[in-house]
């Protein structure tokens, strides 16, 4: 029956998409026509009518009164420190917030502010709205005024407040125990990326190792379901993460069954908490902290297991779990830390060692101030370490999404490996197809890269209220205009999102980088980005700099950065692509207004039959200028970036009627100037020109395939609809 229960799983997984795949039906009652056992129909029975059952009842989050300006609920987590997810009678909601406040789990507050389009982003973004929507969340929403109406004085959020009274002065180190015990959704997103970078984020994932190293200890002196409750107790403080509640499916079996003399079956036991959790959200199934749970467990009991040498095991343990991980990690995640190979070998060690200290000191805590300071200097090493991994040059490896047929055969490729460590599966037999396989997971890899050969795309990445705009050659060299600021506080900031992006997009240079002025909402993202990318050259406005832009140029410098002045009257080429500067003139020009935007880099882009004119902030000063002195240039373009995200300051009727263009696009998020301008879109309505936006169609990405432009934008509010569509009901809905 052991191995029969493997064959239940998998028609689990198939009853779940039996209402959007109406076919599979068909399948189901096979395994009762060939396995002829009482015990098996009986289980079989009960987990595919349970699978059924949830999916047939199971509807998507679904809220829409969006014109709400404020929340009243529960905190029920933690996203980050920027972020927490609030709870009501209508469902849960991200929160970001701008301010410091002592919130707890389970505080009641009033949330004051406004929703805001969650459904479209960046490139590599769609992973966050699948992550939402396995959360069951079901709107985001920015808070300008959190009201705590009533604080939780329960026995556990007491325990919780003592544990972050006697972390909060140890600074980095009080981040890192913060993680390691209750999980990294409070950690500071600073410290959350060097981990991520030196490859063992995993560590902020309560899993198996706390969880067994609890077990352990409390099992030398208390009775199993003693044990269990007080696990139980754990994943309450914790707030019940889908890795943690995985393990304590697990080792809660696993103590029952040796309380009654019964062996547990590692494998099987893995199945079941998946089906467990399946059952409580089906939508688990496309998320990455549930697959990535599973596969890492998977590969540990299949694989590394079947090595008897501890020698081996010790070597193998971060190439196979990474293996397992490799093709969720470069799904949902915009690059692979290479350096992870390593890094784990050194620090799953030190992380072993420090854990149990790190929890009797954590239990001792409670009852004594200020003890977890003797463990400031473990804490403060082990975060050198940490940085040491993460600015290794392969830390940071961008890599395009590949296909869902590469997920598939990558995994089928695995899967056989697994059944030949496992089974009497005898390779030499079907060494043809493991050929294919193999030979067919790298052409599915590949392949994003080389259909994207021979094309020129402009993107337009959504950072707010600014810009930053990637321009891609034929040839695949790349140039950044732009990164975005400060501005946009409803979601992370622009310059870590674009860097993201980028790496999403496989880019891990930057052949020309260029900011067109020293506006916060276009340079202050490029600092996140120098960190993560190698870059070849810096141009800027031949003017003369203040902090921002002399900073930005020290730190490329120390990188040994090329630089150069750009001014009117320049041009350069690149693959084919032409660059002809408009503005400024060479020190600037004083336009006699109280800030520079008149000053900043105006570029006409010129391509085969295509142009597109990238103008900054310029207003109608600078635009008169280049008006003038060039009519013929920037005649009846293809594509216009609207100036200074539309701003009525930039409204001028010649220079749109000479412009002409056919695509205008407005670089543009909540604010407070009126961006964009009616008369602006007015003004580009009457001159029949297709606007796209930023704020509304996420990212903006322009493709020019032999002289035929395709435009995409990033959209995401249908990459789950359908998933679990009831084709029966015909009431079912979805969100817009």
Known sequence: MRKLFRLIFIFFLLSLFCFRYPILFIFLPLPLIFIKRKDFLIYYLIFIISGLIRVYFYKPPIYENLNEDSLIGSVCSFENSDSFVLKNSDGKFLIYKNENLNLNPYDKVKVEGYFFNDKSGNPGEDSFYLYKQSEKISGTFFGKNIEIIQKDNSILSKIRGKFYSNIKNLGISGEIIEGLILGGRGVESNIKEEFKYSGVLHLFAVSGLHISIIASFLSLFLHPFLVIFLLFIYLMIILFPVSAIRSFIMFSFYLLGKRFYREADSLNLLLFSAIILLLINPINIISPSFLLTFSSTLSIITIIEKFKNNFYKFFLFPLFINLGNFPILIYFFPFFSFTSFISNLIIIPIISLILPLLFFF????????????????????????????????????????PSVVFLI?????????????????????????????????????????ISDFGKMRITFFDVGEGDSILIKTPDNKYILIDGGGTFYKEKSSPGIRVLNSLKRLGVNK??????????????????HIIKREKIDYIGYP??????????????????????????????????????????????????????DNNNSLCILLKYKNFSALLTGDIEVEAINDIYKLYPDLINDVTLLKVPHHGSKNSYDMNFFNLVSPEYSVISVGPNVFGHPSDDILDLLSSINSEILRTDEDGAIEIDIIKNKIKINTYDFSETITNLFENRFNSSFSYPP
Do not use: M, W
């Open 409 to 449: 055969l990558f995994f089928s490729l695995f899967f056989l490996f697994i059944l030949y460590l496992n089974s009497n599966f005898e390779i030499k037999r079907f060494k043809p197809l493991f050929l294919i396989l193999i030979i067919s997971v790298i052409i599915s890899f590949l392949y994003p890269y």
């Open 362 to 401: 954590v239990i001792l805590s409670i009852l004594i101030n200020n003890i977890l300071t003797i463990l400031n200097p473990i804490f403060i090493i082990f975060y050198k370490i940490i940085l040491f991994f993460s600015n290794f040059p392969s830390a940071a490896f961008g890599v395009k999404k």
């Open 542 to 595: 031949d003017i003369e700099l203040s902090y921002y832009g002399k900073d930005l140029i020290d730190k490329l410098e120390i990188q040994n950065v090329k630089k150069i002045n750009l001014k009117r009257g320049d041009s350069f080429e690149i693959d084919g692509l032409e660059f002809i500067i408009l503005n400024p003139v060479s020190g600037g020009k004083d336009y006699l207004r109280a800030n």
């Open 510 to 527: 930057i052949d020309l980088l260029i900011f067109t002025h020293e506006d916060s909402d276009h340079i202050e993202g490029l600092f």
